[in-house]
């Protein structure tokens, strides 16, 4: 580890770090640019043992203690360390959590590689809330699927915000982009995966139904709020499956759907009618 004092705002070297409030500008800049952020001691620990390489390191002072061992195999990462005004004037914020490191993303997997090694996925269509992919990346850790595979315009599983909220599982799970629907269908029939959409249809499934039944292999789609999913999206759907609500309510905040959904869709003994 490299301890360098941060003396001047405008080194060059922390660029990584800067404008992290400007959504539109941090979402494309860290992709094209190779970089991701992970927040917190707890986060750049499981980034670590993850296998992904650091680029530098920006804390407060009293976090070296606890950060420096996680570092002991990377003796050439430069650390900035700065007071709490300098850090937050740097990336726009007030970093209660004291800590962020900048890390390598790596080489993307390939979702029909991703498709062939997996029994259960879930599918992400134009979710661009940043906060609803790291908490769908968590359910997804916590219950038992095996990766995520998300449309060209979902929004970017290693966004700062993602990572946060997700306490780290989207470092954990592999995902993959998908092409339009017109390539990314058939990755899935060649697979054998049951696309099941999880929507609003009147020829729709109820969700404990399907589960009972289930396929061997299930691919649950998901749409974005509001607008749910594409009419491309459905038109690709084997099934359509529904969570049935009372008191007027005709859906659940997309993250919650998915939990209720993998929860149902956990591996368990199958119906009778469905073995064989």
């Known amino acids: 580890m490299i301890r360098i004092d941060i ?8 660029r990584d770090y800067t404008q992290l409030t400007d959504v539109k500008l941090r979402s494309a800049r860290e992709p094209a640019e190779g970089l991701f952020l992970a927040e917190s001691a707890k986060v750049i620990d499981r980034a670590l043992r993850a296998g992904f390489r650091p680029r530098s390191l920006l804390l407060l002072e009293q976090w070296l203690p606890e950060i420096e061992p996680l570092l002991a195999g990377f003796p050439e990462v430069p650390v900035y360390v700065g007071s709490s005004a300098q850090l937050e004037e740097i990336t726009g914020f007030h970093m209660h959590r004291g800590a962020l490191a900048s890390m390598h993303r790596g080489t993307e997997r390939d979702a029909a590689t991703l498709l062939a090694a997996s029994r259960r996925v879930v599918v992400l269509e134009d979710i661009t809330d940043h906060t609803n992919v790291g908490a769908i990346f968590r359910s997804v850790a916590g219950l038992g699927a095996d990766a995520v595979l998300l449309s060209p315009r979902c929004a970017d599983p290693l966004y700062r915000r993602s990572v946060r909220v997700s306490m780290g599982a989207v470092l954990q799970i592999p995902w993959a982009r998908l092409p339009e629907w017109d ?5 899935f029939t060649e697979a054998g995966f049951t696309l099941a959409a999880l929507a609003l249809s009147d020829t729709s499934v109820e969700l404990a139904e399907f589960a009972a ?11 974005s709020e509001g607008p749910g999913l594409t009419r491309a999206a459905l038109a690709r759907a084997d099934e359509i499956v529904t969570i049935p609500m009372d008191r007027g309510v005709d859906s659940l905040n997309v993250a919650t759907a998915a939990a209720l959904a993998l929860w149902a869709l956990r591996d368990v003994p199958l119906a009778p009618a469905a073995r064989g």
Do not use: C, F, N, S
């Open 183 to 187: 390539e990314a269908k058939p990755l």
């Open 213 to 223: 039944h289930r396929p061997e292999r299930v691919a649950l789609m998901l749409g």
């Open 7 to 14: 003396t001047g705002l405008d080194d060059p070297a922390l």
